[in-house]
């Protein structure tokens, strides 16, 4: 506990030393990662949904014809 705690300390220090445009730049980079991890998730998640569509498509338009 006590490297921990002394390792938090730190960076509790180092954040409180910035300026606040340092600060404001720093949140501006995190939005930005947090909100282009958002995006592919998404893309990620349309793009499966997307393929299982189009299986299910595919697969009706297979049984319509083998009829």
Sequence with gaps: MG???ERVDE?????ASQTPLQLAI???VVIAILSLLAVLELLTW????GG????V???AIAR???R
């Design 11 to 15: 960076n509790m220090r180092l954040m």
């Design 57 to 59: 498509a595919i697969q």
């Design 3 to 5: 490297k921990i705690g």
């Design 46 to 49: 349309s793009a499966v949904i």
């Design 64 to 66: 319509i014809r083998h």
């Design 26 to 28: 720093n949140l501006a």
């Design 52 to 55: 299982a569509l189009g299986y």
